[in-house]
């Protein structure tokens, strides 16, 4: 079944500690991206990736981390989270940008609570 | 600045009803244009796209979304919701001119009342 992963599906952390949430993907798709839902103010997006190796920031890339290393994978590391951090992510992926192939899947979200 | 703006954040409607939620963006150029959809406990599913041609797009479970370029809208439609529809609507848009990003509206919560 073609899907977009995430791990873990709930979280409660302290500040500072370093955390990592999971995203994979097996659909070989280039474009993998993360986003943060917060009510009243959408999903915003923190930081994407166009392949293996390239990534770049979105809206909202303060106190977050990435990596591509491989295609289907796409971790997103908060190296020492903060309160206003608290929130749902997603993770999506899709085929290309700017072509009609362009739409997104999103993972299941992941929530996040910084104590 | 880019921009995506949903007019209404909640609104509530009777089974039946018509139904239309705004969305205007604040691009120039070439745009491609998307409703998701996030029912409640879910995450967000595609309902419709615009890339280009025929600025009425027929999406899944009986939506539909114009583009109406000079007025920088997408608006959604659907003429008679049900309650099966409650769910979260999110506009977003990918510009050209922004490179690889994807905005996304701050979101209308759609409340069907059988």
């Known amino acids: ?33 993360w986003y943060r839902q917060d009510p009243g103010l959408g999903l915003r997006q923190i930081y994407y990736s166009m392949n293996v190796e390239v990534t770049d920031k979105g809206d909202v890339p303060e106190g977050y981390k990435v990596s591509r290393k491989e295609k289907r994978n796409f ?11 608290t929130s749902l992510y997603f993770c999506a992926s899709s085929l290309s940008l700017g ?17 | 600045a880019q921009s995506v703006s949903q007019h209404n954040h909640h609104v509530i409607l009777s089974e039946a009803a018509s139904l239309e ?38 999406g899944i479970k009986g939506f539909e979304a114009e583009f109406i370029k000079s007025k920088f809208s997408f608006n959604l ?31 209308t919560i759609l409340r069907v009342k059988s």
């Open chain 2, 21 to 58: 939620l705004g969305c205007n963006y604040s691009y120039g150029g070439t745009v491609n244009l998307f409703w998701y959809v996030q029912y409640p406990g879910q995450h967000l599913q595609l309902l419709l796209k615009y890339f280009s041609g025929d600025p009425l797009v027929k």
């Open chain 1, 75 to 85: 971790p997103l590391i908060l190296e020492s989270p903060s309160p206003n951090q």
């Open chain 1, 1 to 33: 079944e073609a899907q977009v992963t995430q791990n873990p599906r709930y979280l409660i952390t302290v500040t500072g500690k370093k955390l990592t949430v999971t995203c994979s993907q097996n659909m070989n798709h280039e474009y993998m991206s």
């Open chain 2, 77 to 107: 439609r659907k003429p008679s919701v049900q309650w099966s529809d409650t769910a979260e609507y999110f506009c977003a848009v990918n510009a050209g001119e922004y490179g690889n990003k994807l905005v996304f509206g701050a979101g």
């Open chain 1, 99 to 115: 072509q009609a192939s362009y739409e997104q899947y999103f993972g299941p979200g992941t929530r996040l609570t910084v104590t």
